[in-house]
C-alpha cells in the first residue's frame, strides 16, 4: 500500500517541522544562531511548503493544504493534554 499525497504531506511536513524546531533548540543551547545551520537565505514555512509541493504533492491545492493545516492544529490542541500528561510523569 502506497500513502495518498495528504499523507505523504503530513508525513515531510512534520520532518521538516521537528527538524527546524530541533536544530534551533541545539544551536541556542549551544549558544550559536540557528542561521549557521542553513544556508544563505534562512528558509520559512512557504519555502518549506513549496518544496513539498513540487517534489511530493503536486495534486495538493491550496484549499487541500489549508484544510489540512485545520485539521493537524485541531488535532494538536486536542493531543496536546496526552503529551503533557506524558511529560509530567
Not at 537565505?41 to 511530493?56: E, F, Q, Y
Request: charged fraction near 35%; charge should be negative; proline fraction near 2%.
Amino acid at each position: 500500500m502506497t500513502l495518498s499525497e495528504r499523507e505523504r504531506f503530513i508525513q515531510h511536513f512534520s520532518t521538516i517541522s521537528t527538524m527546524r524546531l530541533l536544530i534551533e533548540k541545539f544551536a541556542i543551547e549551544k549558544g550559536s544562531s540557528p542561521s549557521k545551520f542553513f544556508s544563505d537565505k534562512r528558509p520559512d514555512m512557504d519555502s518549506d511548503l513549496n518544496a513539498i509541493r513540487k517534489t511530493r504533492c503536486r495534486r495538493l491545492t491550496d484549499e487541500d493544504i489549508a484544510s489540512l493545516f485545520d485539521d493537524l492544529s485541531e488535532e494538536a490542541l486536542l493531543g496536546g493534554s496526552v503529551l503533557q500528561e506524558m511529560l509530567d510523569e
